[in-house]
Structure formats: structure tokens, C-alpha cells
């Protein structure tokens, strides 16, 4: 990716170099200007989300994602047991390449201009803040850590733009220390002591059967 932003910044690969590809006027013969233009783009953009929100969640409840989880987990073990465990991860970057041509699809339009820049590794650490802010494992995690992220994005770039990376980066290193199931994980706090309480429990019983065994 990053030898591919160096290229797109040379002015002879057609790409407009460090402008990038910008004027974007009309969509499907609509000028992109019209409220009515940028209302229905609003609406793609939320059903898009939607729509790949459900598609990843069937994956994640199948078999499939119950054999990628296996994959994340242990690929040696999944491999002893007869799957083809590179044909599954090239399946799932497939799809997560083709639900980020579909995010760029419906973004360019909306803020009229991309260039380069959006190559930049940056982004891609910054997606993966989004992910520990949110919530890590989970679906609604994302969507929610990209949403806090993004937020703060706009009001630091603008209230204080030379504080954006220390505060991104300084967020990151609290939810990692703080947070580490994100903000989705505060919703239940009293399961996680539970479950503690339980081992902590079920600890406690082994022991005493064992002392009881010695005796």
C-alpha cells in the first residue's frame, strides 16, 4: 500500500499526483451538489452499513466463522484436521477488500476529492483504534469505536489540530490498559465479575476437595 501512495504521487500516472482526483460533480448523471443527492448518498452509506453489518454477522454465527475463528486461534490444529486453511483466509480478505471498495465508493462522492494521502499507513493504524476503542471481537465495536474516533478527529483538527496525534495516540494507550474490551465491553461489567467470582469459586472447591484427598 505504501509503495502504491508513492506512485500515485508522481504527476504522470494520470492520478493528478499530490492533488489526487478532485471536482467530482455529478453521480449517475446527478449533480452531487443537490440536497437531494447528498441525502440519497447519506441513505446508501447507512444501508451499506447495515447491510454488511448483517452479512459479517451471519458469517460470524455459521460454521464459516466458527472455522475462521479456529483459524485465528490455532491454523496448525484446524490444518491437522484436513482443512484447506488458505483457501478460507483468502476468502475473508477477499470480502473485507471488496466491503472497503464499497466504503471508498460511497465516501469519495461525499467529501468531493481523494488523493494519495488516504494511503498512508496511518489510516490503517487509525482503523485499528477504532477497533480497540470499540471493542475488540465484536461487530458493534467497530462501528461504535469508529464513530468516537472520528468524532474526536473532527473537533480536534479543528480546535486544537497539533494535539490530534498525541490524543489519538494517548486514547489508544488508555483503552489498552483501561479498556481492554473497549466501550461495548462496559455494557456488561457485572458478567465479567461473575465469571471471576465463579472461577474464583470453583477454584476454592478443587482446592478443598484435594486437601480432603490428602487427608
Known amino acids: 500500500t505504501f509503495a502504491f ?14 492533488n489526487g ?20 448518498l ?3 452509506s447507512v444501508l451499506a452499513l447495515t447491510g454488511v ?9 455459521s460454521k464459516l466463522g466458527r472455522l475462521l475463528a479456529a483459524i485465528r486461534d490455532s491454523e496448525g490444529k484446524v490444518l491437522f484436521t484436513g482443512y484447506d486453511t ?10 473485507s477488500a471488496g466491503i472497503c471498495g464499497l466504503a471508498g465508493a460511497l465516501y469519495v462522492p461525499q467529501v468531493g476529492i481523494i488523493n494519495p494521502s488516504e494511503m498512508q499507513p496511518a489510516n490503517s493504524i487509525e482503523m485499528a483504534i477504532w477497533v480497540a476503542v470499540g471493542g475488540r471481537g465484536t461487530l458493534g465495536g467497530a462501528m461504535v469505536g469508529a464513530w468516537l474516533v472520528n468524532a474526536m478527529k473532527s473537533y480536534f483538527t479543528v480546535a486544537a489540530p497539533e494535539l490530534w496525534l498525541y490524543v489519538l495516540g494517548g486514547t489508544f494507550i488508555a483503552v489498552t490498559l ?21 472461577g474464583e469459586e ?14
Not at 460533480?25 to 440519497?40: A, G, H, Q, V, Y
Not at 476454592?204 to 484427598?213: I, N, Q, V
Open 5 to 18: 501512495m508513492l506512485l500515485f504521487f508522481r504527476n504522470d500516472t494520470g492520478f493528478g499526483g499530490n
Open 21 to 40: 482526483l478532485t471536482d467530482f460533480k455529478r453521480i449517475l448523471d446527478f449533480p452531487i451538489n443537490l440536497p437531494t443527492t447528498r441525502i440519497s
Open 42 to 44: 447519506y441513505l446508501a
Open 53 to 61: 453489518y448483517l452479512l459479517c454477522r451471519f458469517i460470524v454465527k
Open 86 to 95: 488458505l483457501q478460507y483466509k483468502l476468502f475473508v480478505w477477499t470480502l
Open 178 to 198: 483501561w479498556l481492554p474490551r473497549g466501550v461495548v465491553g462496559l455494557r456488561l461489567p457485572g458478567r465479567s465479575r461473575e465469571g471471576r467470582r465463579g
Open 202 to 215: 470453583s477454584g476454592s472447591a478443587e482446592s478443598k476437595e484435594g486437601e480432603g484427598t490428602d487427608a
